[in-house]
């Protein structure tokens, strides 16, 4: 069965650089793509970026240019970085698989990131 | 970006009654249009995708509808473990946008 873990800091200073690993078993990223989600507390889901099966990437164009998104096909791992960290990028982020016949059919357990001094 | 415009923000219901939530797309999608459910301190759950295919191991009083840019999820006779968040999304372009979420509560 997949399964995907998401881990980074806790904690991050204004304006500093975020870094998140989605770590996935149970498939293979060159079969699936791989998206991340956040959630501020209380609030709704916001699509950030995907990087699909054949290693194109897509990201929500209000964040652009402030993120990456790549991947480690021999680590099964998906890195997104995440620059000029603001407050208001406190949020649980999720990591999600997709395919191109399927939405986010998998999701992590979530990571929880605070942008505080 | 396609705008994904959910209503109703939230929903109160009687157990055993029958609710419907509505997602209208700022443009044509296809029929590429998901639900999710989104219990508290947890991570949202696929119940219906492609408009209105059932995710496996989702209760048949699930259900979903819908062409162009409207589209609907209906939940049959409601029940206790039902009441929570639900989400939609288009992912039929990039970026995929989620509608701003129905709460649903028991009356």
């Known amino acids: 069965q997949a399964q995907l873990k998401e881990s980074g800091p806790g904690l991050v200073q204004p304006s500093r650089t975020l870094s998140l690993t989605c770590t996935v078993s149970?498939?293979?990223?060159?079969?699936?793509?791989v998206s991340w989600v956040r959630q501020p507390p209380g609030k709704g889901l916001e699509w950030i970026a995907a990087?699909?099966?054949?290693?194109?990437?897509d990201y929500n164009s209000a964040l652009k240019s402030r993120l990456s998104i790549s991947r480690d096909t021999s680590k099964s791992q998906v890195l997104l970085k995440m620059n000029s960290l603001q407050t208001e990028d406190t949020a649980m982020y999720f990591c999600?698989?997709?395919?191109?016949?399927?939405?986010?059919?998998?999701w992590g357990q979530g990571v929880m990131v605070t942008v505080s001094s | 970006d396609i705008q994904m415009t959910q209503s109703p923000a939230s929903l109160s219901a009687s157990l055993g009654e029958t609710v419907t939530i509505e997602c209208l797309a700022s443009?044509?999608?296809?029929?590429?249009l998901a639900w999710y459910q989104q219990k508290p301190g947890k991570s949202p759950q696929l119940l219906i995708y492609?408009?209105?295919s059932l995710n496996d191991g989702v209760p048949s009083r699930f259900s979903g509808s819908g062409s162009g840019t409207q589209y609907s999820l209906k939940i049959n006779s409601l029940q206790s473990e039902d009441v929570t968040i639900y989400f939609c999304?288009?992912?039929?372009?990039?970026?995929?946008?989620f509608g701003s979420g129905t709460k649903l509560e028991i009356k």
């Open positions: 999304q288009q992912n039929y372009d990039s970026p995929f946008t």
């Open positions: 149970g498939f293979s990223l060159t079969s699936y793509g």
């Open positions: 443009e044509e999608i296809y029929s590429n």
């Open positions: 492609y408009a209105n």
């Open positions: 990087i699909w099966s054949g290693g194109s990437t």
């Open positions: 999600a698989r997709f395919s191109y016949t399927s939405p986010f059919d998998y």
